[in-house]
């Protein structure tokens, strides 16, 4: 008969639904068991990782509250261990640690869902964050442990859970983004592993955060502008070098790159702009002399390079560019009155700028015997217009033989 057919069908459909209910209860009444007996709570996380192995039971909250409890009682297990200064397995205890905050971040999100009258009650929230909290400073603690051990990728995973319950609903009470002085020093330590795995977007995500830690904000912004190299977002780049320039003008990186960039667009106004700014920061940053007096130099401000090249040396005489650029600006002198054809009348200074320039040549041979393409053909001028005959010879033969 077709209705016992029918029937046949329902008691089958039944039993493939109870069967898997039945086993379920049987897994999660074990797990109580292990939790309950306090030991074998390893088996425990095993039976519920299990059960969520099948997609049917990744939303069934009492599964993640049993694992939850799982890996709780391997935590204060090893946590005792640690207490009494036995052996125990550091990266375990850590990894133990993320595990809860991973476990119950996402039992929070099923425990948000609204019921089928649309209400949103959540059970288990108050209860976890405040279990949770206390526990929170190990995910700090993992990521420089991990840090230490040049593991980048664990460590930022460490420091991004860490970073993560700010936004977390989970932990909404707490208010750890405003409330947390150690964000920022974990957000840089979590750029700083996402540099050393060349990680851009990693380095992206918690940058804005890493510069609020006021003692690492030039490497923060350093790695920052490196992300946008890596994603060859040239305008994010320039944009954070100046940044770094006007917040941490003596750092070393920004103002090289800044005024290089400035350089290959033959924006002399504008290296001269971030020099000066340099220069009011400090007066005697050679760095800054030194941009200034290649502008000056390029835009023929020959007196004023001469200037700013002459305080380069009081301040340290064993740099080698002031001098060829205070020689060049005496030579480019010469070769103007040169070019006005009128020797009887600039003769004397002429010769004078000559001889002037000489020994700034001869010094910046002396330091870079090896730039002969600079000083060759230049003291070969000098000695010429100075009719010094043996230094003349020497030079013509080095060139001649170059």
């Known amino acids: 008969m077709w209705y016992q057919h029918v029937a046949a069908c329902l ?3 039944f039993c493939m639904t109870v069967l898997p209910l039945a086993a379920q209860r049987n897994e999660l009444d074990q797990a ?43 935590y204060a297990a090893a946590n005792e261990k640690l207490y009494l200064k036995q052996k125990y ?23 948000m869902k609204p019921d089928k009258k649309g209400r949103v009650k959540p059970e288990y929230r108050k209860r976890h964050a405040e279990r949770l909290a206390p ?42 983004l405003e409330n947390d002085s150690v964000m920022p020093q974990a957000a840089y330590w979590a750029i700083y592993c996402g540099q050393r795995m060349h990680d851009a977007q990693r380095v992206l ?35 954070t070098l100046r940044e770094g320039f006007y917040r941490c003008p003596e750092y070393s990186y920004f103002f090289p790159r800044l005024a ?18 340099g220069l009011g920061v400090n007066p005697d940053n050679t760095l800054f002399l030194l941009a200034k007096s290649i502008v000056l130099l390029n835009t023929e401000r020959y007196d004023e390079c001469i200037d700013v090249s002459s305080h380069m040396i009081e301040i340290c005489d064993t740099l080698p560019e002031p001098y060829y650029h205070i020689a060049t600006c005496k030579l480019n002198q010469a ?6 054809n009128e020797p009887r009348k600039y003769r004397s200074k002429l010769q004078q700028l000559y001889k002037e320039a000489r020994p700034y040549m001869e010094d910046y041979r002396r330091m870079v015997p ?32 170059h």
């Open 11 to 13: 008691v089958a459909v």
């Open 135 to 176: 526990l929170r400073p190990n995910l700090y603690y993992g990521g420089s442990y991990y840090i230490r051990k040049a593991d980048f990728q664990t460590a930022y995973d460490f420091y991004d859970t860490y970073l993560d319950t700010g936004r977390q609903p989970l932990f909404s009470s707490y208010h750890y």
């Open 335 to 340: 070769l103007r009155l040169e070019k006005i």
């Open 370 to 401: 090896d730039d002969k393409q600079r000083w060759g053909p230049a003291l070969y001028r000098i000695y010429f217009n100075l009719n010094l005959g043996r230094q003349f010879e020497e030079i013509d033969k080095l060139l001649r033989n």
């Open 260 to 277: 290089d960039y400035y350089t290959k667009l033959g924006e002399n106004d504008s290296v001269m702009v971030v020099a000066d700014y």
């Open 89 to 111: 397995d550091t990266s375990a205890f850590f990894g133990l640690t993320r595990r809860m905050f991973m476990i119950a971040e996402t039992l929070d999100s099923l425990d």
């Open 32 to 74: 109580e068991t292990y939790i309950k007996s306090g030991k074998d709570y390893d088996k425990a996380e095993k039976l519920m990782t299990d059960l969520l192995k099948n997609q049917k039971n990744r939303e069934n909250k009492k599964i993640y509250q049993m694992w939850l409890e799982a890996v709780g009682g391997q």
């Open 205 to 239: 995500k918690y940058g804005e955060l890493a510069k609020r830690n006021v003692d690492k904000v030039h490497f923060a912004l350093q790695y920052l502008c490196e992300a946008h190299l890596w994603k060859n977002d040239t305008v994010a780049y320039v944009n």
